[in-house]
């Protein structure tokens, strides 16, 4: 009975985890697409979701219970990663999927971790010096290194394009039958754009490789700044903005209907 007790607590902290995710995405993609429509707005990353957040009315207290999900998404993460339950398997494929969920904990426990800090007034925005990292890239360790992660970067990209093309996130979720006729393009909209914004990522850090270059190294708003700088740039920018922020309806739709098994 208790271990029964244990597991449910367990899924509503990873369906929380998602819910979290979800927020996070919906800022960003929703200040992005003011940004677009010139309303104000901006582009902007994970830590800047939570300080939009932090900022609103109650915002220690939506902090807080985003620091709660972003804890239960890297628990959730670390069981796929580790345990295996969603059967990806052994294959070099299957060691793949399950190293980038791994390193997804380990994203969500950092981004979860400067959360704290935020909400205790001693977290920093920068994360070290300018000359610090411009040294590293410029050793070929350092360029090595920023050339393997644009490589992942890539692989990830291209993997989300390739689930949301092929909807092949519906096999890990029930969602209903009378929902499915809009949740379906949501989700795929949502992870194909997501897969393309860490594309053009990948080619930031591929270039930094390439130059040596720490000024070149750029997250998601320097993604989404790139696409305002092209022809159409606003509308370019509009339609990734719509589908980041789909990828953030996506999470929350995890949330409710993703299967969830803390046991194979």
Known sequence: MQEIAMDSKFKTLARAGYVARGAIYLVIGGLALMAAFGEGGGTTDSRGAVMTIMSQPFGKFLVGLLIIGLIGYTGWRLVQSLRDVDNHGTSAKGIAIRTGLFVSAATHALLAYWSLKLLMGSASESSGSGASQQGLINSDLGQIALGLVALAV?????????????????????????????????????????????????????????LARAGDVQGIPGALDSLRGQAYGPWLLAVVAAGVFAFG????????YRRIDSEK
Do not use: N, Q
Not at 176 to 201: E, Q, Y
């Open 249 to 256: 309806v996506y999470s929350v739709l995890e949330a409710l």
């Open 154 to 210: 890539t692989i990830a990209g291209c993997a989300h394009i390739f689930k949301g093309w092929t909807a092949r996130f519906e096999r890990y979720m029930s969602i209903p039958a009378d929902k499915k006729a809009w949740a379906r393009p949501i989700c795929r909209f949502g992870l194909i754009a997501r897969g393309v914004v860490w594309l053009i990522i990948a080619w930031f850090l591929a270039r930094s490789a390439m």
